[in-house]
């Protein structure tokens, strides 16, 4: 393999050319890549209005015992 010209930015020139295809695409043909590259145990994230809707978590009380508050009070 030879070095690229001076001035040259083979990596540059790749980008540029997968940015032309993916731009090309059709919504479909994009999410078939998509689908094809991405792992396969990936979730798609919740959409805001239904983690709304979720139930609040449950109160456990407090995060420590109260015998481990600092004495003294806050400063």
Same mark, same amino acid.
């Given at each position: 393999?030879?070095?690229? +010209? /001076? #001035?040259?930015? /083979?990596? #540059?020139?790749?980008? !540029? #050319?997968?940015?032309? *295809?993916?731009?090309?695409? %059709? &919504?479909?043909?994009? +999410? %078939?890549?998509? +689908? @094809?590259? @991405?792992?396969?145990?990936?979730? =798609? &994230? ?5 983690? !709304?809707?979720?139930? +609040?978590? $449950?109160?456990?009380? =407090? &995060? *420590? ?5 600092? $004495?003294? #009070? !806050?400063?």
């Amino acid at each position: 393999m030879t070095d690229p +010209a /001076p #001035g040259k930015n /083979p990596i #540059g020139a790749l980008l !540029a #050319g997968v940015e032309q *295809y993916l731009s090309e695409l %059709t &919504a479909e043909q994009f +999410a %078939t890549v998509v +689908a @094809r590259v @991405r792992p396969p145990d990936e979730k =798609p &994230a919740a959409p805001d209005d239904q983690a !709304a809707d979720a139930p +609040a978590p $449950k109160d456990d009380g =407090p &995060a *420590y015992p109260a015998g481990w508050a600092p $004495k003294g #009070g !806050a400063k």
